[in-house]
């Protein structure tokens, strides 16, 4: 089991996924937006689920790797289901 420096060195992407995700809610907060979190919150849920089952079709052995990279696979989902939530809500942002 990894300690939690080594695991924060070792998945940079989660690391930087929950800055990302931090600075992007503190934007969403300060900033007067058309839709509400719950929107927001629905379209990533929505992004995810497409998302892990063309993964799970696609037959990637997601069980039999080892915990880093597990947690990095799943920050690398969680991190495109978050973007495409993005893009879909703020088209011209990006």
Same mark, same amino acid.
């Given at each position: 089991m !990894? +300690? =939690?420096n080594? =695991?924060?060195l070792n998945n940079g992407a989660l690391t930087n @996924? %929950? @800055?990302l995700l931090f600075s992007v809610l503190i %934007? &969403?907060?300060i900033s007067d937006s058309l839709f509400s979190l719950w929107e927001l919150l629905r379209s990533i849920i929505s992004n995810l689920k497409s998302i892990l089952f063309s %993964? &799970? +079709?696609i037959g990637i052995p997601f069980f039999e790797?080892?915990?880093?990279r597990r947690v990095s696979c799943l920050s690398i989902i969680l991190l495109t289901a978050f973007s495409k939530a993005l893009v879909s809500k703020f !088209? &011209? %942002?990006l």
């Amino acid at each position: 089991m !990894p +300690t =939690f420096n080594n =695991f924060r060195l070792n998945n940079g992407a989660l690391t930087n @996924g %929950i @800055g990302l995700l931090f600075s992007v809610l503190i %934007i &969403l907060f300060i900033s007067d937006s058309l839709f509400s979190l719950w929107e927001l919150l629905r379209s990533i849920i929505s992004n995810l689920k497409s998302i892990l089952f063309s %993964i &799970l +079709t696609i037959g990637i052995p997601f069980f039999e790797w080892k915990d880093e990279r597990r947690v990095s696979c799943l920050s690398i989902i969680l991190l495109t289901a978050f973007s495409k939530a993005l893009v879909s809500k703020f !088209p &011209l %942002i990006l």
